[in-house]
């Protein structure tokens, strides 16, 4: 084979208008083979077993574009799939860690503590502007314990609708401070992407979906 023909060949590895990293690091490899062949010493040529560890080389840095690529392309589709899937939580409810509360006719998100300890619950919900419109204490076990706010205020009365804050204190029987998580669980009202990672909205406020920790109807 001449040299001319391997130049004219080279060019299969590019496209017509701009070629990819791997097809520029396969012509880039190719012309350094054609320019050590011209460059070669006629009456010391080039030896086979270097030539031929060289289209090795060759070999093996195409099978590893062509490993990389697939698992480009898998990555793609597998992130797509997730997303798609994550569309499905619309209108579900999710649970988070957190101490808002949605308040929406009717519909009032729902909250749990997990304490250390048994003992006492102290709740103060705060509007927007961080008034304290009820309070009310319940008895805790250790473990998980529902606190959720019915909705009134402490004259009995329903509140507006909006998104509300629970502020938190757990005590042992002896009135110590307990360790605790609070989570809320409210509907899923909308989802949306960025920089590829998914954020759901809910109560007010928006989360990763990484952050949900129960999925429920």
């Known amino acids: 084979m001449s040299v001319n023909s391997i130049n004219s060949g080279s060019t299969m590895f590019s496209s017509n208008n701009q070629p990819s990293a791997a097809q520029q690091s396969q012509d880039q490899f190719l012309q350094l083979l054609v320019?050590?062949?011209?460059?070669?010493?006629?009456?010391?040529?080039?030896?086979?077993?270097?030539?031929?560890?060289?289209?090795?080389?060759?070999?093996?840095?195409?099978q590893m574009q062509f490993m990389n690529s697939q698992m480009q392309e898998g990555m793609i589709y597998t992130q797509s799939l997730n997303n798609t899937m994550m569309l499905g939580l619309v209108g579900k409810s999710a649970t988070v860690e957190g101490s808002s509360v949605e308040v929406n006719g009717e519909n009032i998100s729902s909250n749990r503590v997990n304490v250390t300890t048994g003992g006492v619950i102290t709740v103060e919900v705060k509007d927007d502007a961080g008034n304290v419109i009820r309070a009310y204490e319940t008895?805790?076990?250790?473990?998980?314990?529902?606190?959720?706010?019915?909705?009134?205020?402490?004259?009995?009365?329903?509140?507006?609708?909006g998104n509300y804050t629970l502020?938190?204190?757990?005590?042992?029987?002896?009135?110590?401070?307990?360790?605790?998580?609070?989570?809320?669980?409210?509907?899923?009202?909308?989802?949306r992407f960025e920089n590829n990672l998914v954020l759901v909205s809910l109560a007010?406020?928006?989360?990763?979906?990484?952050?949900?920790?129960?999925v429920g109807m």
């Open 167 to 191: 502020s938190i204190t757990a005590q042992d029987n002896a009135e110590n401070d307990v360790d605790f998580s609070c989570y809320m669980t409210g509907m899923v009202d909308s989802i």
């Open 35 to 62: 320019t050590q062949m011209q460059n070669q010493d006629p009456l010391n040529p080039m030896d086979n077993s270097e030539f031929t560890n060289q289209l090795t080389q060759f070999s093996q840095l195409e």
């Open 204 to 214: 007010g406020q928006e989360y990763y979906a990484s952050e949900i920790v129960e």
């Open 139 to 161: 008895t805790s076990e250790a473990g998980w314990n529902d606190i959720s706010w019915d909705g009134l205020d402490d004259d009995g009365e329903t509140v507006a609708d």
